[in-house]
């Protein structure tokens, strides 16, 4: 009886010992579903990669990965919830907004260096310049000299003010030293619209959004605002062929905040490799004048550090002011 007693005690002390030593050990990451907040409304663009990369890792990583549209506030008020947060479960969609939204609104409450963690660029995409079939000009020289002739009176049109389609034509009529009016519309839907109805001369947009109309003769492109020729149009020049330095892509990219383990970062890149080869979403994206990137944490991190500023100069020389 006595040998019996001795014995259950020890097997007791070695199950509570046993039990000690995997609570010490750090659990496994992901552990509890992951979300993506996507901080703009539901529908827009950002959200069909969003959606992609999430079934993709939640196959991959044991986990639900869950969408979460937070938008207010052009995008500012689902980042600051994701600060706020501080979970390590939970990761940011941004686009290049994130990067023009401080030198537009100098009180927006984070800075995207120091509160945010680059996980990586997700894709990038080229804008068009582009004009009607009737317009007094058909290339970019064209425009350069109309709007040297006529200051201020040329008008572009974007999909509204402060977005990376008002922000390339901007830094293009700074570096080319021209003088042109900007006309922002309330989305793409009514810029489109508006430039067909012969509303503006010039329409910025992105290139995806503009393929159709050029391909079925209601626009000519005047250039593209990638810094090289798009394979989608490669008879159209980028605007960098004319005036260099002003080449400027749409992207998209995932943040964390502050706090998140480079460990996580580096498994979530780790997992998002294999659809750099191959997958229907490169394909899509292909398809339409895009690139998939996925290529981690640096080259997001460069991307910021050179916009930020860059666009706070652009807003302080044509005078950008917030809605």
């Known amino acids: 009886m006595a040998l019996s007693r001795r014995f259950l005690v020890s097997a007791a002390a070695l199950s509570a010992l046993a039990g000690n030593s995997a609570s010490s050990q750090p659990r496994q990451w992901p552990n509890r579903p992951i979300r993506i907040i996507i901080p703009y409304a539901p529908g827009g663009p950002v959200e069909i990669p969003g959606r ?18 937070r938008p207010g506030a052009g995008g500012a008020l689902g980042t600051k919830q994701v600060i706020a947060a501080q979970d390590d479960h939970t990761f940011l969609m941004i686009t290049g907004a994130v990067a023009i939204q401080p030198a537009v609104q100098p009180d927006i409450g984070y ?25 007094q000009f058909q290339d970019l020289q064209g425009l350069l000299a109309a709007a040297k002739a006529n200051p201020g009176k040329i008008t572009y049109g974007t999909s509204g003010n402060g977005t990376t389609t008002h922000m390339a034509p901007a830094l293009f009529g700074i570096r080319a030293g021209i003088s042109w009016q900007h006309v922002p519309y309330r ?15 010039v329409m910025s947009a992105d290139l995806a959004l503009m393929l159709p109309h050029i391909r079925e003769g209601r626009a000519v492109a005047l250039g593209v605002t990638a810094p090289k020729r798009s394979e989608a149009l490669p008879q159209v020049p980028s605007i960098t062929e004319v005036v260099p330095g002003t080449g400027i892509m749409i992207w998209f990219g995932i943040c964390a905040a502050r706090n998140m383990p480079g460990s996580n970062i580096d498994k979530l890149v780790n997992e998002l490799v294999p659809l750099r080869s191959g997958s229907v979403l490169g394909q899509r994206m292909a398809a339409s004048g895009g690139t998939l990137l996925l290529s981690g944490p640096q080259e997001l991190a460069d991307r910021l550090r050179h916009e930020l500023p860059l666009w706070r100069q652009v807003v302080a020389e044509v005078g950008i002011k917030p809605d």
């Open 187 to 201: 989305g793409a839907g009514q810029l489109i619209n508006g430039f067909l109805a012969g509303d503006v001369d």
């Open 52 to 69: 992609f990369i999430a079934d993709h890792l939640t196959q991959r990583l044991g986990q639900p990965v869950i969408i979460e549209t």
């Open 111 to 135: 800075d995207p260096l120091t509160d945010l963690l680059p996980v990586s660029l997700v894709s990038e995409s080229s804008m068009c310049f582009a004009v009607r079939p009737n317009a």
